[in-house]
């Protein structure tokens, strides 16, 4: 799968790789709905706009609201994105065009330039290429998933909504999730402090992309998801083109205190195949450039 296409799809990786909207009311649903990931995964260029919030106890500690557009025969992308993380505000604005990616942050007002050297690009556009799954390979995956959907290919309803438009969407109890999903997720929140830990100082200048991570709850105890609802819409070209994912989340942290937690996701794509990516002109800009490193040493 095209990582690109599924971090801006998003919830159709996390559907597909969870194994968990991957089937419909009926069988020309569930095909639809397969074909419609696989066709997204192969545009050559998309906009998207994806929105986020997570609720600790109703109370909103993150939100992000994000324009991406992706030109991936030129190799070029761009983003604004609005973050908003305990009440601190942040704007980033990233851009990615032959070779040069570059950062600029409402936290000052340079602009942050790193130059790939060109073995690491040729060796990103290589693993890249490799990111396809053969037929074979893909004819595995569906199978796999088809098992894994077997007791829920039932639970999910199929409309037409005005606009022509296909929308697939399943909500499930706690009882009806899988054994599989619930304990992927206590194990993800028993363990946010590794995951985070390792790049917690990674950024630019003042910028660090730790301020743009939700400070999720770190939960031990009671872990459970009380319920997922998922939906999906599909245009008449049989590309996903809507997603939506609620997903409600309760547990205790360490002092005993309970969280009831909800993270909403959304996104849209548009302009499939049509997209070219914004550029910024640097000229008269106050320009740092941003040396590469690996291992804890400058390249």
């Known amino acids: 799968m095209n990582t690109k ?8 990786g996390l559907l597909m790789a969870g194994g968990v909207l991957s089937a419909s009311a009926s069988a020309s649903g569930y095909d639809l709905f397969k ?23 109703d109370t909103v500690i993150y939100s992000v609201n994000s324009l991406n557009k992706e030109n991936l025969k030129a190799d070029s992308g761009s983003s604004t994105v609005s973050v908003i993380n305990n009440g601190q505000k942040s704007n980033v604005e990233f851009y990615n065009n032959n070779q040069q990616s570059v950062v600029k942050s409402s936290k000052d007002n340079k602009y942050y330039v790193k130059q790939e050297r060109e073995k690491k690009w040729d060796d990103s556009k290589k693993k890249h290429e490799e990111e396809s799954f053969s037929a074979q390979k893909q004819k595995d995956i569906e199978a796999i998933f088809d098992a894994l959907t077997k007791n829920y290919q039932d639970s999910v309803t199929s409309k037409q909504l005005p606009n022509g438009n296909t929308q697939l969407e399943l909500d499930l109890s706690k009882n009806e999730i899988p054994a599989v999903g619930q304990a992927v997720m206590s194990f993800f929140l028993k363990n946010l402090d590794q995951q985070t830990g390792e790049k917690v100082h990674e950024g630019f200048g003042p910028l660090q992309f730790a301020d743009l991570k939700p400070s999720i709850p770190q939960l031990v105890k009671n872990i ?17 083109t809507g997603q939506k994912a609620d997903v409600y989340v309760s547990g205790t942290d360490a002092s005993g205190k309970e969280h009831n937690l909800v993270l909403h996701i959304s996104s849209n794509l548009d302009n499939l195949n049509k997209t070219n ?19 804890g040493h400058e390249d």
């Not at 296409?5 to 159709?12: D, F, Q, R, Y």
């Not at 074909?35 to 545009?43: A, E, G, I």
Request: glycine share 4%.
């Open 5 to 12: 296409i599924l971090s801006a799809v998003g919830i159709s």
């Open 35 to 57: 074909t419609s990931v696989k066709k997204t995964q192969h545009v050559n260029s998309f906009t998207a706009n994806v929105q986020a919030s997570l609720k600790d106890n």
């Open 224 to 240: 459970s998801v009380s319920r997922v609802d998922l939906k999906g819409e599909v245009n008449p070209d049989q590309y996903l």
């Open 277 to 295: 990516a914004s550029t910024i002109d640097l000229n008269g800009k106050t320009v740092v450039k941003v040396q590469d490193r690996h291992d």
